[in-house]
Each structure stands twice: as structure tokens, then as C-alpha cells.
């Protein structure tokens, strides 16, 4: 007898990466293999409620990390977790504070997580547990692990935290733990070419729109005002970009992707003097990885082995400044930073809903078959569909560039839809 509808995924449902099949590597945002762009087909594991799950939830020891810089959204996904986890039926969940490092810190004891504690942590923007870079000492991560007697891990982050999620998954296997690894994209810069876009992206660019609409009022106001913003992105111009173009407002958008000059006929500074002639303001939006050419390097890292960039917005806000100087045309610059202002803040609606259907599917997958696959899973939403994903795929290489992915647009414009099931893993 056929089986009627009950709201499960099948474990054998597979959801298909790429749709287009392009026919010549000259069409626009052709990836093709070889000359011919044959096709490969790329299947990876749909995401959903599972009939069956691997763990007694009774028993079931779970924790949670979050790892990196921040990004809005973080407590709504946290929030999630738990409150998922519970329907299940798992009692015993704990959030590791600070990322890696509450780990093995001593003095960062675990948070005890229920619904009653996260009930409201998505009304703030931040991470309810903290977070952190660096410190990612894997022997000693897993050791902490077995100590804690953690089932399973959701490890919230980037690409950094990617590839420690991954190393800890290989630790557990090759101590034979049974750990569930759990990674959960986390990029503000929506860097990921594999995801139609992650969390915490919208809301950015949502906020840098008050940043450009100062700059704007200023330079609009002042006699040959220019107004300079500088927004995230250290080697993605995504929200630069997505910010500039919803503003409507931004004369030049300035990207880590596409190199430009200063100086001479087609450089950034003889465009200005034309908008100040023509139009008597400009408004320039700049992303903080763009333009590092021209900056002296200092070869500095941060705590994770992250380059630390040079300040392009000091930069051009000081040539700027000399050139018009030097020219003899008055020009009055502004200058507004509004970096962690817009990475600080609550998700907005559209996060919300995405971290909700990330936090859910993240908990939901545990099946036998999918709870220590031999690649530790990643969830993500992918041109409507949810699914699962090798950890090890969200790590450095797959990380996107408005340049090199001209099919971006077509990335970033397709939306993720959930199904709501009334089963308890609903
Ligand atoms: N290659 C790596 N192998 C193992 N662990 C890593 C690696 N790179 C980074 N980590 C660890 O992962 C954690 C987060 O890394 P990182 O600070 O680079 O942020 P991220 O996850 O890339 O997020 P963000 O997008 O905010 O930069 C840190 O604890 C760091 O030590
Ligand atoms: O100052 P922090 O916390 O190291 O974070 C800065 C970096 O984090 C990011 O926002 C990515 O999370 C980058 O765009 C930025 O370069």
C-alpha cells in the first residue's frame, strides 16, 4: 500500500545544486568544466524532518558555538536550536561561550539553554553565548567534547569556523565518538556561491541605508560636499554593492573585486572633480577590502590568521581632501564608518525567517543514516530548497566574488520558502 503524506523528508530525497546547463563558456556566468560545459549533475541531501532519528532524545546531550565575527541574526538561530531541540524532546542543551575558546577556557563555564532563557534573545542583535577568533586548538576542543559528554555540536560561522568544524569532525571519528557535528553558515558578507544568501546579509545592507542617506544629506548640503561611506565586505563587495544600488543615491561603488586608480583620466579622483562640476556633490560608498593596492600593507593577521586590512576609507577621505587642495577647488568631505553599526544590529524580518528555517533544519536532519555521514553536515537554502552539505564545501575556495560570479544576481535575487509541518518535528 502506498504510503500517504506525513509531512517527513525521505532519506533518499536529493536536492540538485545547479540548474542552469549553460551551453558555452561565453555565456553570461558560465562555470563550465571544460569547453564543451558538460554537465555535471550535483546532488546533495535534502533538508527536513526526519521519520526516524538517530538519538534517544532523553539522553541526548546537546551544545552550541558561535564562532567569528558577529552577524544579526546569531540569537535567532540560537533561538531556534533550542527551541527545535526541545520538541524533540532534548532536555540538556548548552551553549559554549565565546566561540572556540569556551571550549578550554576554564573560567568560561557552559550556559544552560531552555526556552524559558532564549525566549527573547532575538530581540537583540549580537550572539547570546559571545563569540571569538582564534583559538581553535582542535586535540583540545575534542577533549573538552568527550569531558562534556556532547552527542552533538551546532557550530555557528564562516569559513574559518567551517574548517575547524570540520577538523573537529574528523577528531571525533578518528577517536570513534559518536558526535554529531552541525555547521550552520554564518557570512554577513554573503560570500557563499553555493546559498541563495545568508543570514544576517539583509539586515546589513538594511542598515548601511541610513549611513548612505546621511552621507548623502551632507554632501547634498554642503557647498562641493563629498559624502564617504565605508561598509564591510573584506574580500566581497556584496553588501556594498546591494547597499549602493537599493540607495539610489551612491555616485561611485567602490568593490575588492574590481581594481581601480586614483589618479590619471579614468581615475576615481577626475570622476569627482566631473560630479562636483556637474552636479556640485558626490556620495562614494567603499567597501573595506577594495582598493588595497594602493594602501601599504602591513602583513598583520588577527587572532584567527585573518590579513588585517588596511583603512581604504582613511585613505580616500585623505586624498580626497589633497587633490581638491591641490587643484584649487573647494570640496568638503565627509566621512561616515558605520561598520559595526550594521553588523550589531537585530535581524529584520526576512533574517528572521531565514535563521528560523536554518535553526530548525539544522536540528531536524539527525537521522541514522545522516548523523555521522562520513562528511559532517552544513544547512543551507540553495534556489528554494533546503539541504544538506559537507561542512568541508563552505570552507575558503567556494567563497564567492561579485567578479568572478557574474551569475550573482540571479544568486542573491531567489528567495528561500519553508514548508510548516505539524508533526512535533515541525
Ligand atoms: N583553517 C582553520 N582550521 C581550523 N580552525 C580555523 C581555521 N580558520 C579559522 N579557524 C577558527 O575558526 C574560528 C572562527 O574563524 P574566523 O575568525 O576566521 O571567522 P569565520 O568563521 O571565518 O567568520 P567571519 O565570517 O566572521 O570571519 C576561530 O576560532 C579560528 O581559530
Ligand atoms: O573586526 P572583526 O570583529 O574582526 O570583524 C571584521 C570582519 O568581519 C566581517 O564582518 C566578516 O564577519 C568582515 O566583513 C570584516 O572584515
Redesign the pocket.
Known amino acids: 500500500m502506498q504510503e500517504s503524506w506525513n509531512g517527513y523528508v525521505n532519506d533518499d530525497d536529493r536536492a540538485l545544486l545547479k540548474v542552469i546547463k549553460f551551453a558555452s563558456p561565453t555565456s553570461a556566468g558560465a562555470d563550465c568544466i571544460d569547453p564543451d560545459c558538460t554537465w555535471v549533475e550535483q546532488w546533495v541531501h535534502r533538508a527536513g524532518p526526519r521519520k526516524q532519528i538517530y538519538f534517544e532524545p532523553q539522553y541526548v546531550k546537546a551544545g552550541i558555538v558561535t564562532c567569528?565575527?558577529l552577524?544579526p541574526g546569531l540569537n535567532d538561530v540560537i533561538r531556534q536550536i533550542v527551541l527545535t531541540l526541545e520538541k524533540y524532546g532534548v532536555k540538556n542543551i548548552v551553549g559554549i561561550q565565546h566561540g572556540f575558546r569556551g571550549f578550554f577556557e576554564n573560567h568560561l563555564g557552559e550556559v544552560l539553554l531552555n526556552r524559558h532563557v532564549v525566549q527573547n534573545i532575538n530581540l537583540a542583535g549580537g550572539s547570546f553565548l559571545g563569540v571569538s577568533?582564534g583559538g581553535a586548538n582542535i586535540s583540545d576542543i575534542v577533549d573538552s567534547i568527550q569531558a562534556r559528554r556532547l552527542d552533538m555540536l551546532f557550530v555557528l560561522g564562516?569559513n574559518g569556523t567551517h574548517a575547524g568544524a570540520n577538523l573537529i569532525h574528523e577528531e571525533c571519528r578518528k577517536r570513534k565518538l559518536k558526535v554529531s557535528i552541525v555547521g550552520v553558515p554564518k557570512?554577513?558578507?554573503n560570500d557563499i556561491l553555493l546559498m541563495d544568501k545568508t543570514f544576517g546579509f539583509d539586515t546589513a545592507v538594511e542598515a548601511a541605508q541610513r549611513a548612505i542617506n546621511s552621507a548623502y544629506i551632507e554632501a547634498h548640503s554642503a557647498f562641493h560636499g563629498i559624502g564617504l561611506v565605508k561598509l564591510?565586505?573584506?574580500s566581497s563587495g556584496f553588501i556594498t554593492m546591494h547597499a549602493s544600488l537599493s540607495s539610489g543615491q551612491v555616485d561611485i561603488c567602490l568593490i575588492p573585486e574590481v581594481p581601480f586608480t586614483l589618479d590619471g583620466p579614468n581615475g576615481v579622483l577626475r570622476h569627482l572633480e566631473h560630479l562636483i562640476e556637474t552636479k556640485g556633490f558626490a556620495l562614494i560608498c567603499v567597501a573595506?577590502g577594495a582598493g588595497q593596492e594602493h594602501l601599504q600593507q602591513s602583513n598583520a593577521t588577527?587572532a584567527s590568521g585573518n590579513t588585517v586590512l588596511s583603512d581604504i576609507g582613511v585613505h580616500l577621505q585623505q586624498k580626497m581632501k589633497s587633490h581638491f587642495k591641490e587643484i584649487g577647488i573647494h570640496s568638503d568631505v565627509k566621512y561616515i564608518d558605520p561598520t559595526y553599526m550594521v553588523?550589531a544590529v537585530r535581524a529584520n524580518a526576512s533574517d528572521a525567517i531565514l535563521c528560523t528555517v536554518l535553526g530548525q533544519n539544522a536540528v531536524r536532519h539527525l537521522s541514522p543514516s545522516l548523523a555521522f555521514c562520513h562528511t559532517n553536515p552544513s544547512i543551507s537554502c540553495c534556489l528554494s530548497h533546503w539541504f544538506l552539505m559537507e561542512t568541508c564545501r563552505f570552507m575558503v575556495p567556494l567563497l564567492g566574488s561579485v567578479a568572478s560570479q557574474p551569475a550573482y544576481a540571479t544568486r542573491t535575487m531567489s528567495t528561500c520558502r519553508y514548508q510548516k509541518s505539524s508533526s512535533p518535528q515541525g
Open positions: 567569528g565575527g552577524c577568533r564562516g557570512t554577513i558578507d564591510m565586505g573584506r573595506e588577527d553588523r
